[in-house]
């Protein structure tokens, strides 16, 4: 059955914890050769990571060109044991489907495919019965991971065979208690790192032998964090570093470490780059350091950038489309975490919209089945938007 409810149950049922498939895929694929997609899977790897398998389907061959992008890898489903039903049964009790990727995302790749089924099939099979315009999909396999042979490979692939996006809705649970709250415009880019005080190892008996980092490394993570990146930009909240761990790696109560460390991570908005946030956090450790404290940061790779789709044609009939639906106009956001629409942004506007994420990630991840039947709606309200 092509309904969104058949899809979820049967993508769930999958076990497609990051790096396996599990079948998912192949769910996918039959249901778009089916209807007359051109079907690629594709896999990619590199040293030291997991194989991951992707899918890319197009049907037409001219702009306007639309995309449905997702994953359909999942996280671990923790203790299956205390799960109401079966972490991957896709089960329904009292008007909700569970399962482990109900939300998060497999409820919102079945609701587009559903949507693109349903609209080809009054459409002559077509989407556009003057024969003009495209519709596709990008579905990688390991979002939930270091994402870097899924979406960002796929995505270069595409580009290397001519393949080219007008736009992009990405499938990810956007809505934050109630479906049609909220559209996902943006997202603020992601960089860690780690701070090192050196210090001169010693006996506590006799400290001006010694150098301890620890009070020193206790003022620069203030110093580091009490002054704010920035106090936020039209479309985004203020940036803000998080120290996350702080540690010595000493196990003796009578000796003062050589060396301190503390990790943190940055969530920044546009007023930066990697580079120039970078700068700004070095200029600040070299200020709190002055001449007698020894600190560096040894900084992580980051491929997570801050993106803005800015507000327009695009964001406003999927804005209508909602509302038709839900009777609610969405608030255009840029918070949250990252998500594989930093990557598709460098190629097309992206906007997010998807399910209600409260229970994603968590045990009993559920989604009332009104809202797979409600969302499909909506993605093929876009649709009828979309190509006119």
């Known amino acids: 059955m092509n309904d969104a409810v058949s899809i979820t149950r049967d993508l769930v049922r999958c076990p497609s914890v990051t790096p396996a498939d599990a079948g998912a895929l192949g769910v996918l694929e039959r249901l778009l050769k089916d209807a007359g997609f051109e079907v690629h899977r594709i896999t990619f790897g590199e040293p030291g990571t997991a194989d991951i398998d992707n899918l890319y389907a197009r049907i037409g061959h001219s702009a306007p060109h639309i995309t449905f992008a997702g994953h359909t890898d999942v996280v671990p489903a923790g203790d299956e044991t205390a799960w109401t039903l079966g972490a991957f049964s896709g089960d329904i009790k009292d008007g909700f489907l569970y399962g482990r990727g109900a939300v998060d995302m ?38 939930e991971d270091i994402s870097v042979n899924g979406t960002i490979k796929l995505l270069k692939w595409c580009a290397e065979r001519g393949e080219k996006f007008d736009h992009c809705v990405l499938g990810e649970p956007s809505n934050v208690e109630t479906l049609g709250d909220c559209i996902k415009i943006g997202r603020r880019g992601s960089q860690s790192g780690t701070l090192y005080v050196d210090g001169v190892q010693g006996h506590v008996a006799y400290p001006h032998r010694a150098s301890n980092p620890v009070p020193d490394i206790s ?7 009490d002054e ?78 801050v993106f803005v789709t800015k507000p327009g044609a695009f964001t406003d009939l999927a804005v209508s489309a909602i ?32 399910l209600v994420g409260q229970t994603m990630h968590q045990i009993d991840e559920r989604t009332p089945v009104a809202d797979l039947e409600k969302l499909t709606r909506i993605y093929r ?5 979309y190509f006119v």
Not at 107 to 116: E, L, N, R, T, Y
Not at 286 to 296: H, L, M, T, V
């Open 106 to 143: 497999k409820g919102g790749i079945a609701c587009s495919v559903a949507a693109v089924l349903q609209y080809l099939a009054d459409n002559g099979g077509r989407p556009q019965k003057d024969g003009k315009g495209s519709i596709s999909f990008l579905i990688t396999g390991d979002e």
């Open 228 to 305: 704010p990146l920035d106090h936020g930009s039209a479309q985004f909240q203020a940036s803000n570093l998080e120290f996350t761990s702080v540690d010595v790696g000493n196990t003796a109560s009578n000796v003062i470490p050589g060396q301190a460390r503390a990790k943190f991570n940055i969530r920044f908005n546009d007023n930066h780059t990697q580079e120039t946030l970078r700068a700004l956090v070095e200029e600040r450790l070299a200020k709190a350091c002055g001449n007698r404290i020894r600190a560096r940061i040894v900084w992580e790779y980051s491929n997570s950038n």
């Open 323 to 354: 509302e038709e639906v839900t009777g609610r106009k969405p608030e255009l956001s840029t918070s949250g975490g990252t998500s594989d629409a930093r990557f598709i942004s460098g190629y097309c506007p992206v906007i997010e919209f998807g």
């Open 219 to 225: 003022r620069l993570i203030v110093a580091l964090s």
């Open 381 to 385: 309200g876009v649709l009828d938007r």
